[in-house]
């Protein structure tokens, strides 16, 4: 994941927001100390979040309806609270919540900024 991320043009995708599941200690230190190689200024303004996670490995079905409500909830104010443009996750526990929220979004058809694109004849163009 980190290294796809290095390859992107970090100016177009700024501030980036990191999120983990609480229960995962080393994905937000491995997202840190690659934003300090980026950019040692940290002048973008990225955060770096946690997140329930729906369901912990040898969690029964049974008790991860109610874990799996409640990372619904928690992944709605953080999907409200940054307003992503682009979504890059790994991992069930943590990306199904902010996937099915943006998707809820989506079908919703509600508009983080003000521009609207379209895809017209294979070519991206901005409609105001």
């Excluded at 770096?48 to 409640?70: A, D, H, K, N, P």
């Excluded at 790994?90 to 508009?111: H, R």
């Amino acid at each position: 994941m980190l290294n796809l991320l290095s390859v992107m043009q970090k100016d177009w995708y700024a501030p980036r927001y990191y999120i983990a599941a609480a229960t995962d200690n080393m994905s937000l230190q491995k997202a840190c100390v690659f934003e300090d190689i980026l950019d040692e200024k940290r002048a973008d303004g990225n955060q770096f979040m946690q997140i329930y996670r729906s369901r912990e490995v040898g969690q029964s079905y049974i008790t991860s309806v109610g874990t799996t409500l409640l990372a619904l909830g928690h992944a709605l104010w953080l999907m409200v609270k940054i307003r992503p443009h682009v979504i890059l996750c790994n991992g069930p526990g943590t990306c199904i919540p902010i996937c099915a929220i943006a998707f809820i979004f989506k079908l919703w058809q509600m508009e983080w900024n003000e521009h609207k694109w379209a895809d017209t004849s294979n070519h991206w163009t901005e409609r105001m």
